[in-house]
């Protein structure tokens, strides 16, 4: 249970964080509030690490997969993505486009059993769900 109430907050904060972070791209840049947004979780993860435990940070370089460490560099071009596309699209349609995609790609990560996950097997029932969640998106995105 404490697995979907999580899911559920950190959905709502990626919504609100996105509209935040277009509203301010609007009034700025691209670049200054892409910037703006990674110093500040930058700072905030710092305050955490003060305050909560302060781990060695030199473990990062004993990461065994190298490629892991670019998860702050994707973010960077998350943070770009969504604000580019809830400024084109407005925040709900971008919002399904992007649970959209998030769950292609997990799903297919998982087949796979890429970047070091539990390979599953494929299974119709999940393809028809996402086939379903792509026309929810058509019926949403509708108009006469």
Do not use: H
Request: proline share 1%; glycine share 10%.
């Amino acid at each position: 249970m404490w697995g979907f109430l999580v899911a559920l907050i950190s959905g709502a904060l990626m919504s609100i964080q996105g509209v935040f972070n277009t509203e301010m791209t609007k009034q700025t840049s691209l670049w200054v509030s892409t910037g703006w947004v990674q110093f500040s979780a930058f700072l905030v993860c710092v305050l955490a690490w003060i305050f909560t435990g302060r781990d060695s940070v030199g473990a990062l370089w004993q990461v065994e997969n190298k490629y892991t460490l670019l998860g702050g560099i994707i973010g960077a071009f998350i943070t770009i993505t969504v604000i580019q596309s809830m400024g084109s699209l407005g925040p709900a349609k971008a919002a399904m486009l992007i649970v959209i995609s998030q769950l292609a790609v997990a799903y297919v990560i998982e087949l796979f059993g890429l970047f070091g996950v539990e390979k599953v097997d494929f299974q119709w029932r999940k393809l028809i769900g996402m086939a379903v969640a792509i026309v929810g998106i058509v019926i949403f995105k509708w108009e006469k």
